[in-house]
Structure formats: C-alpha cells, structure tokens
C-alpha cells in the first residue's frame, strides 16, 4: 500500500506528464497542484497558465463578495487518480496545450 506521500509523488508526476513537463516547467510560476484522499484512492490535480496573472485582483479592498463555483477556470489542467493499493493511475478530465 502506498503512502499519501508516495501516491501524491506519483498523481501529481501523472499530471504534469499529461499537460507537458516543458509547458509546465516554462509556466511553474503561475501553476498549482492539489490533491485529496478518499477511500483508498488520492486524487490529483495540476493547473497551469500561460497567461499573465493580474495581481489586482487579489486586493482586499477591491474584493467585494466571495464567490465559489464548481468549475475549472485553468486554461490547462490535468485530474489523475491513484488506487493507493495497487499504484494503477488513471487520468481523467484535462486540457493541453496544442503542440
């Protein structure tokens, strides 16, 4: 069985791997990964954008309501999922750049 450690090493390997190591190495800057457990099986996620980031946008004084959604709004993203069991990943929802 592997640990946490070991399945998140390998989910978020899964991720980048997907999306492209060169994209996700020349856009580490503006990039984020995640992952969460449940029964048995971590769930991994990978977003990387090409585009600038506009750092108005995080001051508190302009920020007038929290809004949460269930979406993706990555430009480029990748979901794995690894059975903490056996070690079998699987990638799921994702989108690439074009090559």
Same mark, same amino acid.
Request: charged residues 25%; proline residues 4%; glycine residues 8%.
């Given at each position: 069985?592997?640990?946490?450690?070991?399945?998140?090493?390998?989910?978020?390997?899964?991720?980048?791997?997907?999306?492209?190591? *060169?994209?996700?190495? =020349?856009?580490?800057? %503006?990039?984020?990964? /995640?992952?969460?457990?449940?029964? @048995?099986?971590?769930?991994? &996620?990978?977003?990387?954008?090409?585009?600038? *980031?506009?750092?108005? =946008?995080?001051?508190? %004084?302009?920020?007038? /309501?929290?809004?949460?959604?269930? @979406?993706?709004?990555?430009? &480029?993203?990748?979901?794995?999922?690894?059975?903490?069991?056996?070690?079998?990943?699987?990638?799921?929802?994702?989108?690439?750049?074009?090559?």
């Amino acid at each position: 069985m592997l640990t946490v450690k070991e399945a998140k090493k390998i989910g978020i390997s899964a991720c980048i791997n997907h999306i492209g190591i *060169d994209f996700c190495k =020349k856009h580490s800057d %503006n990039a984020v990964s /995640s992952w969460g457990e449940n029964n @048995g099986k971590l769930n991994c &996620f990978v977003g990387v954008s090409d585009e600038p *980031d506009d750092p108005s =946008k995080y001051d508190i %004084n302009k920020i007038t /309501s929290l809004v949460l959604t269930h @979406g993706n709004d990555w430009p &480029f993203y990748a979901f794995s999922t690894v059975d903490m069991n056996t070690g079998e990943t699987q990638i799921g929802d994702s989108k690439v750049p074009r090559l």
